[in-house]
């Protein structure tokens, strides 16, 4: 595996399931971050974890639970959606500090999840 | 707080002809500016970015944008369009001064190729 990699790619959920979304980087990068792709909307930034650490959380619901196992891992835990929270969910990574003063982030191919 | 807006939701061109999409950026202080692009089904793709220094900056694909400071502008460009270009096309900008900060991200551009 090269890049960002998601899974599972294609999400249906009833509003009372638990799911999780994952994301695996194999780029040794140190920073990950979760994205919100709704239609007609801007992409929304959810989560950044920088070193393991949750640095920001943009005023997500705490229906969404975000994980970050080590520095390679992210997931996302879902439970008790609603409707809205249909959407493309994009993970991205980048390595940061070192003589760049910013870096790149890449992105993984999205998980398409939809909440019935 | 930092924005992006792409004023042109869809544009239809041309296989051959030209292309600009437009993007301005409220930032307060140096931006950092990203065009990224994404095909159907796909993640977003790094097109350029541009940090500091020449304000005119080359990409992949032929693609190049220019920054302009004084029109808060990052307008993206392609002499010539094939029909392979044909996707969403985001205008992003990142906090300066480094660290692990998200990007604002525009509404995004549908480009459509006529043959």
């Known amino acids: 595996e090269t890049g960002v990699t998601q899974t599972p790619r294609h999400l249906v959920m009833g509003m009372t399931n638990k799911k999780s979304l994952k994301c695996e980087q194999h780029l040794g990068h140190n920073a990950m971050y979760w994205y919100k792709q709704s239609a007609k909307k801007p992409l929304e930034l959810m989560f950044v974890y920088n070193f393991k650490e949750q640095t920001e959380n943009n005023s997500v619901p705490s229906r969404f639970s975000p994980e970050c196992p080590n520095s390679s891992h992210l997931f996302l835990h879902l439970h008790t959606l609603q409707p809205e929270d249909s959407a493309l969910y994009l993970c991205a990574s980048s390595q940061q500090g070192g003589d760049s003063s910013y870096n790149e982030q890449f992105f993984g191919p999205g998980t398409r999840l939809t909440v019935l | 707080a930092q924005s992006v807006t792409q004023p042109d939701i869809h544009i239809t061109v041309s296989e051959g002809a030209s292309l600009e999409l437009r993007c301005n950026y409220s930032y307060g202080a140096t931006p950092y500016l990203f065009w990224y692009v994404q095909s159907p089904g796909q993640g977003l793709q790094l097109l350029l970015k541009?940090?500091?220094?020449?304000?005119l900056v080359q990409g992949i694909k032929g693609f190049e944008a220019e920054f302009k400071r004084s029109q808060s502008s990052f307008n993206l460009r392609k002499p010539s369009v094939h029909w392979s270009d044909a996707a969403e096309y985001f205008c992003?900008?990142?906090?300066?001064?480094?660290?692990?900060?998200?990007?604002?991200f525009g509404k995004g551009t549908h480009l459509i190729i006529q043959p």
């Open positions: 541009y940090f500091s220094g020449d304000t």
């Open positions: 992003a900008v990142g906090a300066a001064g480094g660290g692990a900060d998200g990007l604002t």
